[in-house]
C-alpha cells in the first residue's frame, strides 16, 4: 500500500507564489511516476504535471513556463513549485503517483489565488 501526504496550499495573491510538496511512503518501487493533479471548483480532475523516475515532466499547456515539478527519489517526495499564479489556478491539487498499474492518490491541498 502507498500513502501520499501533500502540505504547502494556502491562499495567495495573484502573481504570487507557492511550493506544494508530497511525500510517498509504504512500497515505492524505483519505476514510477509521481505528479499533481487539481480540481477547480465544477470542473473535472486535470493533468498539471508529472515527472517520472528518470526525471523526464510534462506539464499541462496552461502551466508551462510558471509551474515546475520535481522529485527526490532516494526520499520519495514531489514538489510543486508554482510560481505566476492566476485566480484559474484556485483549485484541491492532488499529489499522484502511479506504480506497476496502480494509482494511488492524497487527500488534496487546497490553492486559492484571490486579492
Known amino acids: 500500500q502507498v500513502q501520499l501526504v501533500e502540505s504547502g496550499g494556502g491562499l495567495v495573491q495573484p502573481g504570487g507564489s507557492l511550493r506544494l510538496s508530497c511525500a510517498a511512503s509504504?512500497?515505492?518501487?524505483?519505476?514510477?511516476?509521481m505528479g499533481w493533479y487539481r480540481r477547480a471548483p465544477g470542473s473535472q480532475r486535470e493533468l498539471v504535471a508529472t515527472?517520472?523516475?528518470?526525471?523526464?515532466?510534462n506539464y499541462a499547456d496552461s502551466v508551462k513556463g510558471r509551474f515546475t515539478i520535481s522529485r527526490d527519489n532516494a526520499k520519495n517526495t514531489v514538489t510543486l513549485q508554482i510560481d505566476s499564479l492566476k485566480p484559474g489556478d484556485t483549485a484541491v491539487y492532488y499529489c499522484?503517483?502511479?506504480?506497476?498499474?496502480?494509482?494511488?492518490w492524497g487527500q488534496g491541498t487546497q490553492v486559492t489565488v484571490s486579492s
Open positions: 499522484y503517483l502511479t506504480q506497476r498499474g496502480e494509482n494511488y
Open positions: 509504504g512500497t515505492i518501487f524505483r519505476i514510477n511516476v
Open positions: 515527472t517520472d523516475f528518470r526525471g523526464a515532466s
